[in-house]
């Protein structure tokens, strides 16, 4: 009862100043925006799955994916953990309630990755959102796309690391400054 009514004040005063923000910032691609760097190897990016002017630690999002995880392990199935009162519901460190531990991996269950079709249904979920990083990754030549893998995949990254280090382009520029 406690969460669900943090998540409830949470989200009403915040999503309305997102969804601005957002919108002022990021220009939609297509119905269903998606990269090979999104789910590139062993890596899930979840970047965009955090709302501006979050910057949570590593410890406040290991411990909301554990949260969440637990809760998704209470329901039957994914429709109805897509359907539960607060589905898509940011907690406080500013990421989705979605997001859970799947074989190592941080996963949206949710997402038509891994769902099989499109079960995500909060509002600000930007379904047709890409980071700087994947709309210049997509733009690229193959051999651009493959070298840039290859310096990514040299950083050695973890779930963190990786998500982060996308979303907030550093690795672009560093790799851009290198070419």
């Not at 249904?121 to 840039?148: G, H, I, M, V």
Request: charged residues 25%.
């Amino acid at each position: 009862m406690h969460i669900n009514l943090a998540y409830t004040i949470f989200n009403k005063q915040n999503a309305a100043r997102y969804w601005q923000s957002f919108k002022s910032r990021h220009t939609p691609i297509t119905s269903m925006a998606f990269s090979e760097l999104c789910t590139f190897g062993e890596y899930y990016c979840f970047g965009c799955c955090i709302i501006d002017d979050a910057v949570p630690s590593r410890k406040e999002l290991e411990d909301a994916f554990k949260r969440n995880t637990l809760t998704f392990k209470q329901f039957k199935n994914l429709k109805s953990f897509a359907e539960r009162e607060n589905t898509g519901a940011i907690r406080a460190c500013g990421v989705c309630n979605n997001l859970i531990w799947k074989n190592n991996k941080i996963i949206c269950p949710l997402h038509p990755t891994f769902a099989g079709e499109d079960l995500r249904k909060r509002t600000f979920c930007f379904k047709s959102y890409l980071c700087d990083t994947a709309e210049r990754f997509n733009e690229w030549p193959e051999s651009k796309q493959k070298a840039f893998l290859k310096f990514v995949k040299s950083k050695n990254p973890d779930w963190y690391t990786f998500s982060i280090n996308i979303e907030n382009n550093s690795w672009l520029k560093e790799f851009q400054r290198k070419q």
